[in-house]
């Protein structure tokens, strides 16, 4: 499977700023995913980011709040948008690999808005 | 829109017991995925059960599908402390791979 990172790992931040937040992957895929987990919640989907074209954004996420870019096919970058305390969760990025399409998981970025 | 449910939600159980997690969800499909998760962990990826009748089994833990009922068990045998995480099941609905539809997650606790 691959070896996803994401960077940074944590972070705590005050209201109305933005924070990028990075994922690597150790080989080429064709998507790459970011997920939000509340505090305690299950995992939902934000957006599915393809290596040359716009984001698909789940209902209920916009690109103006969770701007994507995938400027190839190892990374991508997720923002979060002026910052309010509901944004504190963890973000996690996937990959899907392999011929049952398993979703991989990089450790996640845990953020906390004051 | 797809719907996603775990049974139970919490579970708090003694070592040496058997024990099983329900997952149903509301369409079809015939890819179902489990997932465990550590407390301040990432997902580990436990199953994968691609078709009707598809059992999996991985030590003291066994998954199967059946989805004409849209059902999937995970089935915990002689329960190790080891085993306390919280277990996901994730529908794969639209296009492979692609929309994963997540339960709410099963909090599972082993006690000595």
């Known amino acids: 499977s691959a070896v996803i990172s994401q960077k940074p790992s944590r972070d705590i931040c005050q209201r109305g700023t933005s924070l990028t937040i990075q994922c690597q992957v150790d080989?080429?895929?064709?998507?790459m995913f970011w997920y939000r987990q509340q505090p305690g919640q299950s995992l939902t989907l934000i957006a599915t980011?393809?290596?040359?074209?716009?984001?698909?954004?789940e209902s209920g996420f916009v690109i103006d709040k969770f701007p994507i870019s995938r400027p190839n096919l190892t990374f991508s970058t997720l923002t979060v948008s002026n910052m309010s305390p509901e944004d504190s969760s963890i973000y996690l990025c996937?990959?899907?690999?392999?011929?049952?399409?398993?979703?991989?998981f990089g450790p996640g970025t845990r953020l906390t808005v004051l | 829109e797809l719907k996603v449910e775990q049974n139970p939600l919490f579970l708090s159980m003694q070592e040496g017991k058997n024990y099983t997690i329900y997952c149903n969800y509301s369409?079809?499909?015939?890819?179902l995925y489990w997932y465990r998760q550590d407390p301040g962990k990432s997902l580990e990826s436990l199953f994968v059960?691609?078709?009707?009748?598809a059992v999996k089994q991985e030590g003291r833990l066994m998954a199967s599908l059946d989805t004409k009922a849209r059902l999937s068990t995970l089935h915990i045998t002689a329960a190790v402390h080891d085993l306390s995480a919280t277990y996901f099941c994730?529908?794969?609905?639209?296009?492979?791979?692609?929309?994963?539809?997540f339960g709410p997650g099963t909090r599972l606790s082993v006690l000595p």
């Open positions: 369409t079809t499909s015939d890819r």
């Open positions: 994730a529908v794969d609905w639209v296009n492979y791979g692609q929309n994963f539809v």
């Open positions: 080989s080429q895929v064709t998507m």
């Open positions: 996937s990959v899907a690999q392999g011929l049952t399409d398993t979703q991989y």
């Open positions: 059960l691609l078709s009707n009748g």
């Open positions: 980011a393809n290596q040359g074209s716009e984001a698909t954004y």
